[in-house]
């Protein structure tokens, strides 16, 4: 039985985007102002320190219900016990990860075009991000972003809970729920604020607005 | 129960160290010549190119007995049916490792230093890697070179199989393996050789000769 997650305010976490603060305490504030859900991307450290990292953040977010995906590794997910990961178009083939994961975790998918959208694997994938929504600080991308338009165009053809990335803010977040898309991925919006709660809560309040305001 | 395996010439493999030329036909022309043990070692692949050259690698050497490991990545491991890893002091915790890979792995671990010998786990690991006997071109190392007299006072305090690695040539095998090692581990002395299968041959009658040479 796969575990129930909520993509409202989806956290990506790393060493390096933490403005030298501790990535677990950044991560707490975080779910204490409301993220529902925390990635930790990290491509730059060594596996060892990837999986002490990963066992802190999910002790610390456990008391917050919160579930914690990790980047790519699915070793990383298994060692630490994460609840599941999240998969980029490069990384692991999601049939595979599911196999290695069994049915509890978690798995999400990042598509950004048409036929990465088509081609998802229904029956192995819980959710899809996707990506380049706008220009970002936090990744390089080679492609141009999608905008509004492109995001709202993929998502309708996604049976799946979405969840939007790349470069969102306060002030895009409401067009992006609009979009229609169940939340918005963030990592500097939150992981480089002064203070992570409070950044946390608001984005949390805004997608809360933008949800019931597309529900009416 | 753990599969046998022969460390007499251990190639290490990744996409980079094969002059332009396929990776699989690279492995399977120095099994053929004597490769004894074949790590993939892939540095800068995503994830899932990593999982399709360890399967093809794996499907290319099963027909010689020759196991293939993965360096560092658990996740690529278990998706590729490879037969083990090879894990550095950064990389997953040797007991992490075995009980996510199982006791039918080979699980190998890198060491340089008298306190890293002395912290292997000799219930999980299989054999131990002594590294960074000479200067390389293949790998930054910040330390320098440990030399045969490092390499010969390390090799004694494991009770190990071992291998060892770093910069070693034709001319270097003899001393190496008379220092107290079962194997020597190459790079590009095969995979950048104009003719691999001939080159994996001469190391490897090059390695029992000096194995016998001390067994006298």
Redesign the interface.
């Known amino acids: 039985v796969r575990q129930s997650f909520d993509l409202s305010l989806y956290l990506i976490i790393g060493p390096a985007h933490c403005a030298g603060r501790d990535m677990a305490e950044v991560a707490m504030a975080a779910a204490e102002g409301g993220a529902s859900i925390v990635q930790l991307r990290d491509k730059a450290s060594?596996?060892?320190?990837m999986?002490q990292d990963a066992r802190r953040l999910k002790e610390c977010l456990a008391p917050f219900g919160v579930p914690l995906l990790i980047n790519?590794?699915?070793?990383?997910a298994?060692?630490a016990g994460a609840d599941g990961v999240h998969i980029?178009?490069?990384?692991?083939?999601p049939v595979?990860?599911r196999?290695?994961l069994g049915d509890d975790a978690i798995i999400g998918l990042t598509v950004k075009f048409h036929h990465e959208a088509e081609a998802i694997p229904l029956s192995v994938v819980d959710y899809a991000s996707i990506g380049g929504v706008f220009a970002t600080v936090s990744k390089q991308n080679p492609d141009p972003p999608i905008g509004l338009d492109g995001l709202a165009s993929i998502a309708a053809t996604i049976d799946l809970p979405l969840v939007a990335i790349a470069g969102i803010t306060r002030e895009t977040t409401p067009q992006v729920i609009a979009a229609g898309v169940g939340g918005v991925a963030v990592i500097s919006a939150v992981c480089a604020a002064p203070d992570p709660r409070a950044a946390a809560a608001e984005l949390r309040a805004i997608v809360n607005g933008a949800m019931a305001e597309r529900e009416r």
Chains 1, 2 share one sequence.
């Open positions: 060594g596996t060892g320190r999986v790519d590794r699915v070793d990383v298994l060692a980029g178009q490069q990384d692991m083939d595979d990860a196999h290695l």
